[in-house]
Each structure stands twice: as structure tokens, then as C-alpha cells.
């Protein structure tokens, strides 16, 4: 089971997976719920804090992500990676693909460059 939680803080959307994993199992139910949230999202911050395991599927919905709002001419960044999935990012080169923070206030504060 996977849930996605949803804020807004001054047009940027927060997606929250609330979930261990993002792997074959769940990721296209994952896709699915993406779908609807990131319609008009420029500004969209994924906060992975629950996600503790992130295999080859999960990181294609991450890279489907990011050109869905890419298309949009937004932007992506992710924020409270678990050690796991940023030793996964750094070992397939994507964390330079991805902006990426240690935390929330730390993305948000980002856009205000």
C-alpha cells in the first residue's frame, strides 16, 4: 500500500510518498497518483523521508517525473533521502541529474534564489 501526501507552500508542491519502498511492486500505482498532482506543478518537491529502498522501476517513475514538469518548463528537487537511495543516485549518476537536499526548508529556501 502507498499513500501520497500533498502540501502547497507559496506554489510549490509537496509530494510525500509514505511508503518503505519504491520499487515493481507499487510503482505504477505510485505513476498514478503522480499523474493528477503534478498537472501545472513548476515547482515540485519530492520529500522521500519514508522511502527507505528505491530499485530500477521506482527511479524511472522519478526520471518520468522530472520530465513531466520539465516539459512544463518547472523544476524538480528531492529532499530527506534516505542513505540508501542517494547511494543508489550517486552509483547511476542521477544525483546530478536531480537536484537533491539534505531537507525541506533547505528545497524550498532554494527557490527563492
Not at 43 to 72: K, T
Request: proline letters at 3%.
Amino acid at each position: 500500500m502507498i499513500e501520497l501526501s500533498q502540501v502547497l507552500h507559496d506554489g510549490i508542491n509537496e509530494l510525500t510518498p509514505r511508503t518503505k519502498s519504491l520499487d515493481a511492486s507499487n510503482v505504477a500505482v505510485f505513476k498514478d497518483m503522480l499523474r493528477d498532482r503534478i498537472k501545472d506543478s513548476p515547482c515540485l518537491l519530492m520529500n522521500l523521508e519514508h522511502v527507505e529502498f528505491l530499485d530500477s522501476s521506482g527511479l524511472g517513475a522519478l526520471i518520468w517525473m522530472l520530465r513531466e514538469i520539465e516539459a512544463q518548463a518547472g523544476k524538480v528537487k528531492l529532499c530527506n533521502l534516505q542513505k540508501p537511495v542517494v547511494m543508489l543516485l550517486e552509483v547511476v549518476r542521477m544525483h546530478r541529474v536531480f537536484d537533491i537536499y539534505s531537507n525541506k526548508s533547505e528545497a524550498i529556501k532554494s527557490w527563492g534564489k
